[in-house]
């Protein structure tokens, strides 16, 4: 028996809880069934790739090959910035069934190269251009493709050409079910230097606002400083600390905070509860 079967066995016996943690974020929250509140059920225009950025969701979070436990309490992925483009790469871009010429696609390459049944160990790939970003060139150049033309991938876009472009591989392992380490590795292919900000990024979905009474915490999920990194508190999961390093920083990294609410005033025109949103 290898350790493995013996993680699914106790998970299997409820003696150890290894599936608590794993690849669960979605690809893609945008844009789907989940999170539309449409009067005509409208969900590629209702919640659009340009607004998640800026919107909290409801019923869960995505992430570039992000993890969650599995009710997506507490949520971890990075976010990425090549000094090109003009928003952070936070989760998958692509279009809705109103904006590609073969309906709703996905416009990015990545991979899932490895995991274990109980996720114990993982391995997922995320390539990412050193030049901007063709955000509206891939969906105007869909548009004008038409249902009769080719279906228009990222690849086609000349993004990648050079080897200009990162890979950004994710690998997360299991000491126990609740001790994971988390280890991002870029490598660039391009024939020179080029700058990548990675933003480790932890967050809970936002399930304090929504009005469910049996889902609703009674105590708002809460993210603080220590003094080696930062703790998370939720009253269904408890406390969690989140540590990070790297053996290239010469200084001490800056952490950023916010609130996961609605930036309401950039999105539908009216006032934000709080001063601190997406």
């Not at 936070?90 to 073969?102: M, P, V």
């Not at 991979?111 to 105007?140: C, E, F, G, N, W």
């Amino acid at each position: 028996m290898t350790r493995e079967h013996e993680r699914l066995a106790e998970d299997k016996e409820r003696a150890k809880n290894w599936k608590r943690w794993g690849p669960y974020l979605s690809e893609r929250q945008w844009g789907t069934v989940r999170e539309d509140y449409s009067e005509h059920g409208n969900s590629w225009a209702n919640f659009p790739h340009d607004q998640a950025r800026r919107r909290a969701y409801r019923w869960g979070e995505d992430g570039l090959n992000g993890w969650s436990d599995r009710q997506c309490h507490l949520c971890f992925s990075p976010a990425l910035w090549n000094g090109q483009d003009t928003i952070l790469k936070e989760r998958l871009f692509g279009l809705g069934g109103n904006e590609g010429n073969h309906g709703e696609d996905v416009k990015e390459c990545y991979y899932y190269l490895d995991s274990t049944p109980t996720h114990s160990y993982t391995k997922a790939l995320y390539k990412y251009p050193q030049v901007t970003y063709p955000y509206t060139a891939i969906r105007v150049e869909n548009q004008r493709l038409g249902r009769t033309g080719p279906e228009l991938e990222i690849a086609d876009m000349g993004v990648f050409d050079g080897g200009r472009y990162f890979d950004v591989m994710q690998e997360v392992a299991k000491r126990s079910p609740d001790d994971l380490l988390w280890k991002i590795t870029v490598t660039n292919h391009g024939p020179e230097a080029a700058p990548i900000h990675v933003l480790p990024s932890l967050w809970f979905r936002n399930d304090w606002v929504w009005g469910n009474e049996r889902d609703m915490p009674l105590l708002k999920p809460v993210i603080s400083m220590e003094d080696e990194g930062i703790t998370a508190f939720h009253e269904k999961l408890g406390t969690y600390r989140f540590i990070v390093g790297s053996p290239d920083a010469t200084d001490d990294f800056p952490w950023l905070f916010t609130e996961n609410e609605t930036n309401n005033q950039t999105v539908f025109g009216t006032e934000n509860i709080t001063p601190h949103v997406k």
